[in-house]
């Protein structure tokens, strides 16, 4: 069974920085290509960040380019999401998403999510 | 960046009635590469469509998607209690990967 388990959200001042990580089990982790989506309390869903399976190729939405680093470690079957800078509009649940795919950018749905976990940004 | 616009915005039915919710695409889009997605209170969002009609595994088949141009249409036939929930329409063939802003089928 694939399994997607985010950790590492919680409280963090404006401008601070925040590692989330996700540990994936039940599928080759790295044959997949992963994401992060957020949702911002009450709101909709927003692409945040790609790698492909290798992690040789990666992808920023415009807002999170330069203030957020997506990584994996294919070894320990984990995906990272470095956040720097943020923001009060940063504060959401971050999820850990695949892609039935090796590349990021390989058309294809999100086929599992995890249950996501929530960064609130804060003073 | 291309824009999905849902509508409506909330959906008010009763169990056993047909919901019908739209997402139009603000420019062409390859209606392969359209996905639904259904999002229950505290749950992440499951894949229920991709391909604009075909359905995700275990998904019932009273779930439906089609296409037409840049408008793509989710009809769920009879729904269950289960079905009330809220509703996100994706497309993943350009980047980023866009979602439109849900719609909610809620219990009349």
């Known amino acids: 069974e694939v399994q997607l388990m985010e950790s590492g959200g919680g409280l963090v001042q404006p401008g601070g920085s925040l590692r989330l990580s996700c540990s994936a089990t039940g599928f080759t982790f790295s044959s997949y290509a992963m994401h992060w989506v957020r949702q911002a309390p009450g709101k909709g869903l927003e692409y945040v960040s790609g790698?492909?399976?290798?992690?040789?190729?990666?992808y920023y939405a415009d807002s999170m380019r330069g203030r957020f680093t997506i990584s994996r470690d294919n070894s320990k079957n984990t995906l990272y999401l470095q956040m720097s800078s943020l923001r009060a509009d940063d504060t959401a649940i971050y999820y850990c998403?695949?892609?039935?795919?090796?590349?990021?950018?390989?058309?294809?749905?999100?086929?599992?999510w995890g249950q996501g976990t929530l960064v609130t940004v804060s003073s | 960046e291309i824009v999905l616009t849902q509508s409506p915005g909330t959906l008010s039915l009763s169990p056993g009635e047909r919901a019908t919710l739209s997402c139009r695409a603000s420019q062409s889009l390859n209606s392969i590469y359209l996905a639904w997605y259904q999002q229950k209170p505290g749950q992440a969002p499951r894949l229920l469509i991709y391909g604009a009609s075909s359905r995700a595994t275990g998904i019932p088949d009273r779930f439906n998607g089609s296409a037409s141009g840049t408008d793509f249409t989710l009809t769920i036939n009879r729904l269950e209690p289960e079905d009330f929930a809220v509703y996100y329409c994706?497309?993943?063939?350009?980047?980023?990967?866009?979602f439109g802003q849900g719609t909610k089928v809620e219990i009349k």
């Open positions: 790698i492909s399976h290798n992690g040789g190729d990666t």
């Open positions: 994706q497309q993943y063939g350009s980047a980023p990967r866009t």
């Open positions: 998403v695949r892609t039935h795919s090796n590349n990021w950018y390989s058309a294809q749905s999100f086929d599992y």
